[in-house]
């Protein structure tokens, strides 16, 4: 009796280890949804489309693009954190997301302890661009024009504790000058006004701003960052031009929710990986401005942290806040 006990619990055992072995192997069984805290047309959402096209040819399954703009990231970061820690619901969080805006304001998720880290996607330069009905050709004429004018001159943001506020609050402070601050909801209705010219100057990510520069409709009048990108040569850093501590450089990961099984976690770590090995992906996103960077679960996840303390100090640094 005991013997065929024995036996009965290690068929069992057995069969349970073959359902969870197949299950593991079976993922994904259906769609996966890639989450953007931005709305549509801007940068986060060109590279979430470039990434899911790319990752769906892979995994044989449909990568659908889901856009949950507002609040600053946090209703898409609050979303993707409530969802089941399945694989199946993954985010493009960036560096306003997952670092910046945590910084700024007390959030009610957790950008290290709410979400599992799947991959690096890349980074990209901030750069300072103004309507071309600004009478300013580089940044130092751009301050000059701002103290003989104080507030008089607005920039747009993406919103409050994202990348183009934290540059535009920074470059304020290291120059003494004063704008208007217009808050927008994503990079892509920011950018828009700027070029309607409802808003005179904006600091978006080379990926956001490069086809309009490319295109004249823009100006760009530096780089906010510790070098010039070799995606646009001619253009300054603004510390050539005498701007000091204006160094934001904005980054891109996949993330999923917490307790997401290592596994999949690691399978959709592996996928990414791939996807951005691929000349004809690095292609695209470099074409937009963006630089390719890939990290392992345990890099981004160190990664993240660590953002998270440096972002801290510019806020007490620069006394921001979330107004």
Not at 22 to 41: L, M, R, S
Not at 96 to 120: C, I, W
Not at 259 to 279: G, I
Request: some cysteine; charged content about 20%.
């Amino acid at each position: 009796m005991h013997l065929k006990k024995h036996h009965l619990a290690g068929a069992i055992a057995l069969v349970a280890a073959l359902v969870c072995g197949n299950a593991a192997a079976a993922f994904p069984e259906k769609a996966i949804t890639i989450v953007v805290p931005t709305a549509a047309g801007g940068a986060n959402d060109a590279m979430a489309r470039v990434i899911g096209q790319s990752m769906s040819a892979i995994l044989k399954q449909p990568v659908i693009v889901d856009n949950k703009a507002g609040a600053n990231g946090a209703i898409a970061s609050e979303y993707v954190m409530r969802a089941a820690p399945d694989g199946y619901t993954l985010m493009l969080g960036y560096v306003a997301t997952h670092a910046m805006n945590p910084s700024l304001q007390k959030l009610r998720y957790d950008p290290v302890k709410d979400f599992e880290p799947v991959g690096m996607v890349g980074s990209s330069a901030t750069v300072m661009v103004v309507n071309p009905g600004v009478k300013a050709s580089n940044a130092k004429e751009m301050v000059a024009l701002l103290k003989a004018a104080p507030d008089k001159i607005s920039y747009a943001s993406a919103g409050n504790g994202t990348a183009p506020h934290f540059a535009a609050e920074m470059f304020k402070l290291s120059t003494g000058t004063s704008m208007l601050h217009v808050p927008y909801k994503g990079s892509a209705p920011a950018i828009t006004d700027t070029l309607g010219g409802q808003t005179q100057v904006m600091f978006p990510s080379l990926f956001t701003a490069m086809p309009y520069v490319k295109a004249g409709k823009l100006k760009a009048l530096g780089i906010a960052g510790s070098k010039r990108s070799a995606l646009m040569p001619d253009v300054p850093t603004l510390k050539e031009q005498g701007i000091n501590d204006v160094d934001v450089s904005q980054w891109y990961g996949i993330f999923a929710p917490a307790k997401t099984p290592k596994p999949v976690v690691e399978q959709l770590n592996k996928v990414l990986n791939d996807v951005l090995a691929d000349k004809s992906v690095i292609k695209r996103l470099e074409d937009h401005g963006a630089e390719v960077s890939t990290m392992s679960t345990d890099q981004m996840r160190t990664y993240v942290a660590e953002e998270q303390v440096k972002w801290k100090k510019v806020v007490q640094a620069a006394k921001l806040t979330a107004d």
